[in-house]
């Protein structure tokens, strides 16, 4: 069964710093896997969709990789912003059935 | 303005009643999904509908119902049999290509559900 993990589960890290958020998951079988941010009380925004034959995507100052081999996947955000402090998301779509697979987030707080 | 809207943004339920929570797009999607949201978990998968006039049970689907009649809407109905139904509510529609394939899933601002 798939399972997917972010570590750590709050993040909090002065202006300006380079980050990277993690993600692991269980299966390598899979079709792709995708970053998403979420303000609190909101819905859910895309950031980035990195298909399962493709290693990164990138999107202004952010960067997704994916490792399908090692089951994990980061996200880079470069020259952080306070605007950039939500909670982030990734999943995985099955093979199988193309079902996402989510991990817990990360709560990201960029102090300014 | 293309997108998802979904309502009410928050909502009061007294023991044993049924609630519905309403999900539109205007984006032309073929898929709709909807999902609950716990504290500290992940998004767990509630029913999914492919096409109009059919839908799929997800992973935790007991306590809930769904219908799905026009392309547009795709109501969710928290029943009394859902013991636990306290949780944020997230309606995702997505394009349905050819041969199942997967695109991005685009979702819609929430509706918190409360029990009284």
């Known amino acids: 069964k798939q399972e997917v993990t972010q570590i750590p589960a709050a993040l909090s890290v002065p202006e300006g710093e380079n980050l990277v958020l993690n993600c692991s998951f269980t299966?390598?079988?899979?079709?792709?896997l995708q970053w998403f941010r979420q303000d609190p009380g909101k819905g859910l925004t895309s950031l980035l969709l990195?298909?399962?034959s493709q290693r990164e995507q990138t999107s202004g100052r952010l960067n997704a990789s994916l490792d399908k081999s090692s089951g994990r996947s980061t996200l880079y955000i470069a020259a952080s912003q306070p605007g950039d402090s939500a909670t982030y998301l990734c999943a995985v779509a099955l093979n199988s059935n193309y079902q996402l697979i989510w991990g817990a987030g990360t709560k990201l707080i960029i102090k300014p | 303005d293309g997108g998802i809207t979904q309502s009410p943004k928050y909502l009061f339920r007294k023991e044993g009643q049924n609630v519905t929570l309403s999900c539109e797009q205007n984006l032309n999607h073929d898929a709709m999904y909807w999902y609950r949201q716990d504290p500290g978990q992940g998004l767990r998968l509630i029913y999914y509908?492919?096409?109009?006039?059919?839908?799929q049970k997800g992973d935790i689907a007991e306590g809930y119902s769904v219908s799905r009649e026009k392309k547009e809407s795709f109501p969710l109905t928290v029943t009394s049999a859902q013991k636990n139904p306290t949780a944020f509510y997230l309606c995702a529609s997505s394009i349905w290509g050819e041969r199942g394939r997967y695109n991005e899933q685009f979702f819609g601002p929430g509706t918190r559900l409360t029990v009284l």
């Open positions: 299966d390598s079988a899979i079709y792709n």
């Open positions: 509908s492919q096409i109009v006039n059919d839908f």
């Open positions: 990195i298909q399962s």
